[in-house]
């Protein structure tokens, strides 16, 4: 017998979630369920996944955890965050209740409200604030994260976001893939003249951040308010000749041609896309982007149009979802809860929800060989979740059902205590 590190047994369900690529069509609804399953794990990968007597002819442990009458899954994977900012925006919210409209909002204050903070802000608070928050997501069951810059906007404070996701990747239990994000916002001095901080962001930004290595992907918010197709292009080409793979905040609020830009550009992902047109989605279906599905921003906004996402999976686009963490739109730090939206607000079944939550969310972010799975050879990245079926936490809304939080094979988060 092969002594492992860590056993995990009888499973009432063992959501393997086993693909060779991302998933999509009827394949979304496939999450390779195992009764009375059971994992092991030597260091920090997975050695064996099977029925749990199985298992035991193959595997011993003196480190044995008990899931029955309990799900087991994958760790979500969160593609689209914005968790280093200092302070909330809580005052915003209430203005959307009075009626605001977020292009409004955004004239006085929405991402450029965050800004001055930003760059008031040492590193060291920026980790802290962060830090705390990534805990958190942990807590709800988050073991990887994209985190992306966008509320310095300035070199030197974009830089300074970076460096801090960057240590926030050393020192936290969580894995965070940095993206470049610039072209968030214009700030406040160059809102007159943009021109003028698209050639800082194209002649200082760009390359600064490719030479020290502090994100390989370059995102853009891709609307006709904030940077328009025409800017958008001239920007991404540019990333794109530093060498930064591209992702896109594409079609959030206007049908402008975010999702038909991203394909023309070969992006990797384009996100939101509440308004894609019909050309969009084919678009993008033959150029391979996958789209990023943020149903919380929609509802924390109070619109009532989702992104189409049975029509993408309809025409054979493999999609994910993502929190959108954010201190402005979307202030939820919860994977269960946007499963949850997803499933009641853009009608997917709670298996095509939690297959856009991990394996294609880490095909997302270019990690579906490592992560987003329970397969041998992958990273021990495992939920336990105290639910009867994997069908249970999307339909309990707005609890934690996460029992225990497994990464790289250690326990690192024991909600049960």
Known sequence: MIKADLIIKNAKELLTIKSEGPKFGVEMQNLGII???????????????????????????????????????????????HPIFVKTREDEFEMRILGKSYKEI??????????????????????KLGLKRINKMIEMGTTT???????????????????????????????????????????????????????????????????????????????????????????????????FKIRMHADELEPIGGAELSAEIGAIS??????????????????????????GTTFSLGLKKYAPARKMIEAGLPIALATDFNPGSCHCDSMQTIISIACIEMRLLPSEAIVASTINAAYSLELGDKIGSIEVGKQADILIMDIPSYKYFPYHLGSNCVDKVIKKGKLIKNNEN
């Open 270 to 295: 384009a996100d939101h896309l509440v308004a894609i047109s019909d050309i969009g989605i084919t678009k993008m279906k033959e150029a391979n982007v996958m789209p990023i599905l943020l149903p």
């Open 106 to 127: 955004s004239r006085s204050g929405g991402i450029r409200a965050s800004i001055n903070d930003v760059r008031k802000a040492s590193k060291e608070e920026l980790i």
């Open 35 to 81: 009764q009375d399953g059971a994992v092991a794990v030597l260091g920090e990968k997975i050695t064996g996944v099977g029925i749990t007597k199985e298992i035991l002819k193959e595997y011993y442990s003196e480190n044995i955890i008990y899931a029955t009458e309990k799900v087991v899954m994958p760790g979500f994977v969160d593609p689209h965050t």
């Open 145 to 243: 994260i994209e985190a992306k810059s966008g509320y310095g906007l300035s070199t030197d404070s974009e830089m300074k976001m970076l460096e801090a996701i960057s240590e926030l990747n050393e020192i936290s239990e969580m894995d965070i893939i940095p993206t470049f994000l610039g072209a968030h916002e214009f700030p406040e001095e160059y809102k007159d003249t943009p021109e003028k901080y698209i050639k800082i962001l194209m002649e200082e930004m760009l390359p600064e951040v490719w030479n020290r290595k502090l994100a390989k992907y370059c995102d853009i918010f891709c609307e006709e308010h904030v940077f328009n197709i025409e800017q958008s292009r001239k920007i991404l080409l540019e990333a794109k000749k530093v060498g």
